[in-house]
């Protein structure tokens, strides 16, 4: 499924324009952005748990040459599914 799609679903099942579905979509998605720059988490109770998680620096290597290259340590963006998410895709 698309961004497209999913606004046109969104459209169809609120009873609003995909103009309107677009910019709600977007504003969720601007939104869960901005919480995680800033390090906070999202839960959505039952769906579940947008967080950021840190990955500590550590030695690869670079698989063409072999040589040990150093992976910087980073903040990651994490989503942890949710009870209700979990049984509804197990069936």
């Known amino acids: 499924m698309t961004k497209a799609d999913l606004v046109k679903k969104l459209a169809d099942e609120a009873e609003i ?3 309107k579905a677009e910019q709600v979509l977007n504003a969720f998605v601007s939104h869960v952005t901005a919480l995680l720059k ?31 290259i150093k992976i910087p340590a980073r903040r990651v963006p994490k989503f942890k599914a949710g009870s209700e998410l979990k049984k509804a895709v197990a069936k």
């Open 17 to 19: 324009s995909k103009a």
């Open 38 to 68: 800033k390090g906070d988490k999202l839960t959505l109770t039952g769906f579940g748990t947008f967080n950021v998680a840190k990955r500590a620096a550590r030695e690869g290597i670079n698989p063409q040459t072999k040589a040990k």
